[in-house]
């Protein structure tokens, strides 16, 4: 293996934006060109540090998978992984951009650079994150190119991440990154990243040092939700503590607890509730942590949201309440439901009762438990 001390470049197909490789500066140490990598024990594995226009490292590359294989001049051809930026610094990416000038489409390959954190793919070269987005850009010729789109949220289109940026204060341009075809692409902000791996040291080392806490991902999660729908008690714990909204809403409208029941994480469900988190918010469907209890058919979780408020006669937008909801096969659910003073003849948009319900799918035992509350069709 031959020992190289020249600075070169490394194209990575891991980062394709219409067939255009991203290119990174680096100082390769060894080289490995045409090279079969194993990483039998499956950890990162750092391999090559990429420098800066001074030298000196400021990110280093790892694979996550078994094997990784680079081509000539080290293009890596397959193989997870990801580029992280040693701390407090930013590493350079020269993606393609496309812009209109004039109201003419115009494209630039490799002639300008943009700032990140972390960035990483998959086994197949799908780019899935980047972290920490500096909001400027800088062209060949030294000159700035400013983002003014929100860098920890920015638009996302068919997997391609689209940033506003202005060439001297006047021209706008959309910048498009991506992996290869449609692939999904989340951007996550410094606070929700340590939140997706489960790193609550990171995470209260950031906040220590007074990182937004309400700062969301381009799925519009912030750090407190993102731990909430993981079901990651320990980061929940942390963020509360530090004050994060507990009614925080992403893209679907839903708060920390709404996702939490939805994915049925009872031990952060508990949490929130005691942490005085809203146990009637609805989502944008009319959902409420009590109906996806319901829903989920979680029993113990039912009852702790029905002793802390819970509404047990809320509706979705189509007009169904829990009631409806457990009527379709939960004889338990029900006589809990009941017992809590559900309104038994309740009616959905289309004028269905749970015992209408309870009929229609063939539940005879809930059926005649809700006749016998009075129930009528």
């Given at each position: 293996?031959?020992?190289?001390?020249?600075?070169?470049?490394?194209?990575?197909?891991?980062f394709?934006?219409?067939?255009a490789?991203?290119?990174?500066s680096q100082?390769?140490y060894?080289?490995?060109?045409?090279?079969?990598i194993?990483?039998?024990?499956g950890?990162?594995?750092?391999?090559?540090?990429?420098?800066?226009?001074d030298?000196q490292?400021?990110?280093?590359?790892?694979?996550?998978?078994?094997?990784?294989?680079?081509?000539?001049?080290?293009?890596l051809?397959?193989?997870?992984?990801?580029?992280?930026?040693?701390?407090d610094?930013?590493?350079r990416?020269?993606?393609v951009?496309?812009?209109?000038?004039?109201?003419?489409?115009k494209?630039?390959?490799h002639?300008?650079?943009l700032?990140?954190?972390?960035?990483e793919?998959?086994?197949n070269?799908?780019?899935?994150?980047?972290?920490?987005i500096?909001?400027?850009?800088?062209?060949?010729?030294?000159?700035?190119?400013?983002i003014?789109?929100?860098?920890q949220?920015?638009?996302?289109n068919a997997?391609?991440?689209?940033?506003?940026?202005k060439?001297?204060?006047?021209?706008s341009?959309e910048?498009?990154?991506?992996?290869?075809?449609?692939?999904?692409l989340v951007v996550?902000?410094?606070?929700?990243?340590?939140v997706?791996?489960?790193d609550v040291?990171?995470?209260?080392?950031?906040?220590?040092?007074?990182?937004?806490?309400?700062?969301?991902?381009?799925?519009g999660?912030?750090?407190?939700?993102?731990?909430?729908?993981?079901g990651?008690?320990?980061?929940?714990k942390?963020?509360?503590g530090?004050?994060?909204?507990?009614?925080?809403?992403?893209?679907?409208?839903?708060?920390?607890?709404?996702a939490?029941?939805?994915?049925?994480?009872?031990?952060?469900?508990?949490?929130?509730?005691?942490?005085k988190?809203?146990?009637?918010?609805?989502?944008?469907?009319g959902g409420?942590?009590?109906?996806?209890?319901?829903?989920?058919?979680?029993?113990e979780?039912?009852?702790?949201l029905?002793?802390?408020?819970?509404?047990?006669?809320?509706?979705?937008k189509?007009?169904?309440?829990?009631?409806h909801l457990?009527?379709?096969?939960?004889?338990?659910?029900?006589?809990?439901?009941?017992?809590?003073?559900a309104?038994?003849?309740?009616?959905s948009n289309?004028?269905t009762t749970?015992?209408?319900?309870a009929?229609k799918?063939?539940?005879?035992?809930?059926?005649?438990?809700?006749?016998q509350?009075?129930?009528?069709?």
């Open positions: 293996m031959e020992t190289r001390h020249t600075k070169q470049f490394i194209i990575l197909t891991a394709i934006a219409c067939n490789s991203v290119v990174f100082t390769a060894p080289d490995y060109s045409n090279q079969h194993k990483n039998s024990a950890a990162p594995l750092g391999l090559i540090n990429i420098a800066g226009s030298g490292t400021v990110a280093t590359l790892y694979i996550t998978g078994k094997d990784a294989y680079f081509g000539p001049n080290q293009v051809t397959k193989g997870s992984g990801y580029i992280q930026s040693i701390p610094n930013f590493f990416i020269l993606p951009v496309r812009y209109k000038k004039n109201g003419e489409a494209e630039l390959f002639q300008v650079a700032y990140v954190r972390r960035i793919w998959d086994d070269g799908m780019t899935t994150h980047i972290v920490g500096k909001p400027e850009m800088d062209t060949d010729d030294g000159e700035k190119m400013h003014t789109s929100d860098v949220n920015p638009t996302l997997g391609l991440l689209l940033l506003e940026i060439e001297l204060g006047k021209v341009a910048m498009q990154f991506g992996g290869l075809q449609s692939s999904r996550e902000t410094d606070l929700t990243w340590p997706c791996k489960s040291h990171s995470v209260k080392a950031l906040l220590a040092a007074g990182a937004n806490k309400e700062a969301t991902n381009s799925d999660d912030t750090a407190l939700m993102k731990a909430a729908e993981t990651n008690l320990d980061c929940t942390a963020l509360i530090a004050g994060a909204n507990k009614e925080a809403r992403d893209s679907n409208g839903m708060t920390p607890l709404i939490a029941t939805y994915a049925d994480f009872k031990d952060v469900v508990g949490l929130l509730v005691a942490n988190a809203d146990v009637n918010a609805q989502d944008k469907t409420t942590p009590l109906l996806w209890a319901v829903f989920k058919g979680d029993k979780m039912v009852r702790l029905l002793a802390n408020g819970a509404n047990v006669n809320v509706k979705m189509d007009g169904m309440t829990p009631l457990a009527a379709s096969g939960n004889a338990d659910l029900v006589e809990l439901l009941v017992t809590n003073k309104n038994v003849n309740a009616k289309d004028g749970p015992l209408g319900l009929i799918y063939g539940k005879n035992d809930v059926a005649e438990l809700l006749r509350h009075g129930g009528l069709e």
